[in-house]
């Protein structure tokens, strides 16, 4: 300990001190995170501080404690890997090298720390809040600080983010960074499978995921590999091997030319013996005869630009995390902040650590389904979907009996989207191998009353985990156009169940169908929508299908004509987005991409709106004169009729004064096309397979029998005998991710929730990170930022 002058520093600052830091290894979101939490504490009164390279820069003190001015964190949006750097510290570890950090957070004032990090990292800060009443009397006694001063410190708040690629924190559902290496492991797959298949190899891929398998799985589900190996689900030690080769010699027979396995870097068998990447390719070598190649994908996971998802979730948790430290008092506990059935939460830290640690536990001890069960159910669910729909299975294997078997059509409706490829790929395959029957539609329903209807094959559908746009043809026509031939068609067909993938059209069709099921008993079937539109603006769910594709997309456009502009140094580029008459696409990219104003359809924009926002430009380019950032502003497409986009950008130029040029970007249809994100392959997976199961369970319900002997009656009065019959109003629904969890709204009832004029649901779930981008762009009237 070195002496310390007392009187030198100014430790009873008038306003809330907070430091930051980020420890562990290092994730993408994580720089997201330390800007939200620099200029939401601004915006709040209080002075951030940057400790910098983790907890090695607490225990060093001096400049490696820096006070963050707004300007400080200008560009970390952008920025993978943390700016204000990371270390692992062994000497954090030890009680004496936590005083000295004790002892440097009292002399720069700060009584609250956020702590960004996996659970070692968050482990120490808890203990270092644990201890401080020892620290605070052992430093008294050794003089290093004066009675007032352990009056005023006699409590140190923290909070905890949990920055790991891994998504092993329990209590949240998803971590910072994990997205976005999932992301690199899916561009990485996917640029793999094309060489595979030009030479018919076999690819074995290790994946980060230490004792958690959540990587290994996501990507398995998103660019289809064959088969998986997670620490959390540990095949039989003695028959692993025999079984892998079973299953990929399958698929082969299927018709597959390639192969590919993915392995965590965790991942045992049941005796705990690790299962390497090498090992498998010697199986497959010797024992199929295939020609199979190791790809490590290692620290590839942590790099690049951080993806949409995990800038949001960086942004709305760093803002969580200022007003948690603002709400404790002395009787706090430390707390994590996390994302539960999509809110933001923050909960006690010793309890998110504990149930981590058991999860480990559990492995080690071999309590398999337990450690899976600690997961979360969605895990387990995933876990269970995946391996059925990567499976192939012969004959009667595993297929339901004969008269229970289904015919199940799958249409898409409306503008194309992300995701709805894959959807369609897990429909197909889940009823081949249940032993139903899946029908492709073309060309939506001008398609389908032209008969263009064909039965899919399991191998037929296997690429389609990567493909942008519509396999099956898309477009916006709705079924009234000759409901007749519609009906006609699906009875044709025997249609038992129909799945339709699209937008708002896709949903004013299902109720189409619903409310004609009285004139056409030939709807009188389960049928579900699963919704996909990169405006996420249909009723029943938060999030549709595509949606992340096309903020993805926004994102880096933003990062890129952010960078043009800046070159420029007095530029600012509007950028229209698509959307419709939803502004969640334009607020989200707004967040993402760092925007200083929006422009939605749920806000009006008068003349004041533009005087301040113009005023606000003018004050930043003032101030930046000649070493500006580039700015930018996100226009929705439909957010005024008075106030086009040339109309605001002539404004914003002609009341410039000078200080900036205006320029207009429109990134139109590029927002609907590109290879889908890893989180819409996700979702479209999950969707299906939900949809699926509930066709199975509705159709088995109303089928045709001699019990229900009048609805036999009333299909048999229309000359056929039609084997499935519901007119119940549960049987025509919306599937929906709503708070996490996948669940189905019935037409009839969400019917009330829509905004038919606006085309749009009544829950805009979204607009409370709205206000946010305001605050942290500083375009607030209230932020003092200077
Ligand atoms: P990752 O998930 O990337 O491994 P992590 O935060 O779990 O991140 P660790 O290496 O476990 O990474 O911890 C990072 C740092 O946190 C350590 O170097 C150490 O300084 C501190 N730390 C970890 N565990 C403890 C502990 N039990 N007590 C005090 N400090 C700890």
Known sequence: FQKTSISNFDFRSPVKRIGILTSGGDSQGMNAAVRAVVRMAIFRGCEPFLIHEGYNGLIKGKDMISKASWEDVSGFLTTGGTVIGTARCTEFREYEGRQIAALNLIKTGISALVVIGGDGSLTGADNLRAEWPNHIADLLKKDLITKQMATDFSCLMIVGMVGSIDNDLATTDLTIGAVSALTRICEAVDAL????????????????????????????????????????????????????????????????????????????????????????????????????????????????????????????????????????????????????ENKITAQPLKEAIKLTKQVANEIKNKNFSRALELRSTSFLNQLKSYKEVAAFHHADFGKVPENKRLNIAIIHVGAPAGGINLATRSAVRLCVNRGHTPMLVYNGFPGLMRGEISIADWMQVDGWTVDGGSKLGTNRDQPDLGMGSVAYQMQKHNINGLIIIGGFEAYTALISLYENRKSYPAFCIPMVLIPATVSNNVPGTEISLGSDTAINFITSACDNIKLSASSNRKRVFIIEVQGGRTGYLAVMGGLAGGASCIYIPEEK???NTLINDINFLKNRYKIEWGQSQGRIALYNETSSKTYSLDVLARIYQGESESLFDARTSILGHLQQGGTPSPLDRIHGSG??????????????????????????????????????????????????????????????????????????????????TRDLIDILSGNNNQVGIH
Not at 204 to 230: H, K, N, P, Q
């Open 687 to 768: 969707f299906a397979v939900e949809a699926i199961n509930w066709i199975q369970e509705k159709c088995w319900e109303s089928m045709i029998s001699e019990s229900n002997a009048d609805q036999k009656v009333d299909g048999l009065r229309r000359g056929y005998l039609q084997k499935v019959y519901t007119n119940s109003k549960e049987t025509a629904a919306v599937v929906g991710s709503i708070s996490s969890d996948i669940k189905f709204s019935c037409v009839e009832h969400l019917i009330n929730h829509t905004d038919f004029e606006n085309r749009k649901s009544k829950n805009l779930w979204w607009l409370f």
């Open 605 to 607: 924009i008068s003349l």
């Open 193 to 340: 499978q094309c060489t595979a298949s030009s030479h018919h190899r076999a690819f074995v891929v290790e994946v980060m995921g230490r004792s958690c398998g959540w990587l290994a799985l996501s990507a398995a589900i998103c660019t289809g590999a064959d088969y998986v190996f997670i620490p959390e689900d540990p095949p039989n030690s003695s028959t692993w091997e025999k079984k892998l080769c079973t299953e990929l010699k399958n698929r082969r027979d299927a018709g597959k030319k390639t192969s590919l396995v993915i392995v965590a870097e965790g991942a045992v068998d049941s005796e705990l013996n690790p299962i390497k990447s090498e090992h498998i390719k010697d199986i497959l070598t010797t024992r199929l005869n295939y020609d199979t190649r190791v790809t490590i994908l290692g620290h590839v996971q942590r790099g690049g630009s951080p993806s949409f998802y995990d800038r949001y979730l960086g942004t709305v948790q760093g803002a969580e995390a200022i007003e948690a430290i603002l709400k404790a008092d002395a009787s706090t506990p430390s707390l994590v902040i996390g994302i539960l």
